[in-house]
């Protein structure tokens, strides 16, 4: 469980300052693109892992109910939109999902408690984080969708 933690937050670290990354280093945004691609990747199969020692988990019923939706909506697009396209469409709502997924089984864990104390952590580190940039950012664009603070622009 305590892997299964660290990989939670080394996701939502990344995803949480991609922006002031890219922002910072902008010519590393390959790497950036790969580095979000593998945290998609663990956090989807950190929730099927959960959905297989669990099947009478009640999201299962969801999540085939969303697999089929979207998979009808490919078949009925598939002349206008590819495959590829559809299925990087899927990322999102499919990480959301898995995160809940995620976040209902450390809920049901002994390691609770630790993990509220880490995520307040992670709150309070991200919240003082986010002042300074989002001010840095203003001084630098001015008002508008260019201040976004650690979620970049």
């Known amino acids: 469980m305590i892997i299964r933690i660290l990989l939670f937050f080394l996701v939502l670290l990344f995803n949480s300052f991609y922006g002031a990354l890219l922002i910072a280093v902008p010519s590393a945004d390959r790497l950036f693109r790969l580095v979000m691609f593998a945290c998609d990747g663990i956090m989807i199969v950190m929730a099927?892992?959960?959905?297989w020692r669990n099947r009478t988990f009640t999201?299962?019923?969801?999540?085939?109910?969303?697999?089929v939706a979207s998979t009808l909506t490919l078949l009925l697009n598939l002349h206008s939109v590819s495959v590829a396209t559809h299925l990087n469409g899927?990322?999102?709502p499919l990480f959301l999902l898995s995160s809940l997924?995620?976040?209902y089984d450390f809920a049901q864990s002994a390691r609770?408690?630790?993990f509220e104390r880490i995520f307040n952590a992670f709150l309070m580190v991200f919240a003082l984080i986010q002042i300074p940039l989002s001010i840095v950012q203003f001084a630098q664009w001015g008002a508008?969708?260019?201040v976004g603070g650690t979620f970049g622009y």
């Open 48 to 51: 099927l892992s959960v959905l």
């Open 59 to 67: 999201v299962v019923h969801s999540l085939i109910l969303f697999l």
């Open 90 to 92: 899927l990322r999102q």
């Open 101 to 103: 997924i995620v976040l």
């Open 112 to 114: 609770w408690e630790a």
């Open 144 to 146: 508008g969708d260019m």
